[in-house]
């Protein structure tokens, strides 16, 4: 974590880590910005990453219920709305990120929300985002 946080600081430019939470193989939870502080894509946003390379390899059984846990805690304690979209990385902006097979998995989960993708509207639109805003370096 150190050395993701020292990469976005000293390569990025960056005031601190970018997202708000990481998950790794082992379904572990780390805490980057946490619940209380922006994440550097987008206000009103959570970003959660993946730890791995997932163009190459799939994301672990135990990885995707970590996701899963934090998505449905974030629900239980308010952190998100009930309603809540799940938008991937690649929706918004030119990127392989979060990688084919994080993709393939998260598009068939329940709050997957379609924005940005085969001609659908550009994500936000319905919070009144411009497709600037998810290029946010806060």
Request: some cysteine.
């Amino acid at each position: 974590m150190r050395t993701i946080q020292d990469s976005a600081i000293a390569e990025k430019g960056l005031p601190d880590i970018q997202s708000n939470f990481y998950v790794s193989q082992e379904g572990n939870i780390y805490v980057g910005r946490g619940w209380d502080w922006a994440n550097t894509y987008a206000n009103q946003t959570l970003a959660i990453t993946f730890m791995g390379d997932y163009g190459r390899y799939k994301p672990s059984h135990k990885q995707l219920e970590g996701v899963q846990f934090l998505l449905a805690h974030a629900v239980a304690n308010r952190n998100v709305e009930v309603d809540y979209k799940l938008v991937a990385q690649n929706q918004t902006k030119t990127t392989r990120s979060p990688g084919a097979y994080v993709y393939q998995e998260i598009r068939n989960w329940p709050h997957f929300y379609g924005c940005g993708m085969d001609g659908a509207t550009a994500c936000g639109i319905e919070l009144g985002m411009r497709t600037e805003s998810w290029d946010a370096k806060q």
